[in-house]
């Protein structure tokens, strides 16, 4: 196992266009979080799914992000009509809650947006 | 609201220094209290995780202590060296073990 994958590392777009970015979990995590970063900040919380069930979801997460665990396994994070703003690191992290390293997260390198 | 306080916001010292990092939080209720490490432009890495029965934590020279009731915790690191130069981050862990991250510390030690 290599770890939490993110793809694309990197995405530049134009303001306006749709942009999705996916996320593969360490295969036996259960667990898995989007946080999103912008300069100088600490990450924040944008939501998080328990298998494939999306249970929480923060006031970031507008009605133009939309995020997917079909399967209980790799996930995807939609940006539609993105805004300038939008711009940032998006983190994706998982977990598991079975011992050992219950409760531990672990998170991939970014997936970095850049809407011109 | 949880909110998460990291003071310093940059610190800059010279090689062989032992250096502390400060981090604070507004709601005791936390199931852990977690440094992570990052680099420009790269994602988190894990340091030490301290459970909220535990002190402190231990890691090579990295010692990380926790103080529930008052809200703070402290990353210590001894003997820096240049390849400590980082963000390093504070995060507290609350339900769904969703963290709440502070804005991080920039450490740059020169030789």
């Known amino acids: 196992d290599t770890g939490v994958s993110q793809d694309p590392r990197h995405k530049i777009t134009k303001r306006g266009q749709n942009v999705t970015f996916r996320c593969d979990p360490i295969s036996e995590h259960n667990r898995l979080y989007w946080y999103r970063q912008t300069l100088g900040q600490g990450p924040e919380f944008l939501t998080y799914?328990?298998?494939?069930?999306?249970?929480?979801k923060s006031r970031l997460l507008s009605d133009r992000f939309s995020a997917e665990r079909p399967k209980g396994s790799f996930s995807t994070l939609e940006i539609q009509r993105t805004e300038q703003g939008d711009s940032a690191m998006y983190l994706c992290?998982?977990?598991?809650?079975?011992?050992?390293?219950?409760?531990?997260?672990?998170f991939g390198a970014g997936s970095r947006l850049t809407v011109l | 609201k949880q909110e998460v306080t990291q003071i310093p916001a940059a610190l800059s010292v010279p090689e062989g220094e032992n250096l502390v990092l400060n981090c604070s939080f507004t709601d005791s209720a936390i199931y852990n209290l977690q440094w992570f490490r990052q680099d420009p432009g790269k994602g988190l890495t894990s340091l030490l995780l301290?459970?909220?029965?535990?002190r402190e934590q231990t890691s090579g020279r990295l010692n990380a202590s926790l103080d529930k009731s008052s809200g703070r915790s402290t990353l210590y690191i001894a003997a820096s060296q240049p390849g400590d130069s980082a963000t390093y981050l504070c995060a507290v862990i609350g339900g769904y073990n969703k963290l709440i991250f502070g804005a991080g510390t920039r450490l740059a030690v020169h030789p």
């Open positions: 799914f328990q298998n494939e069930a999306q249970l929480e």
């Open positions: 992290a998982s977990s598991t809650d079975r011992p050992p390293g219950a409760n531990v997260l672990t």
């Open positions: 301290i459970q909220s029965s535990q």
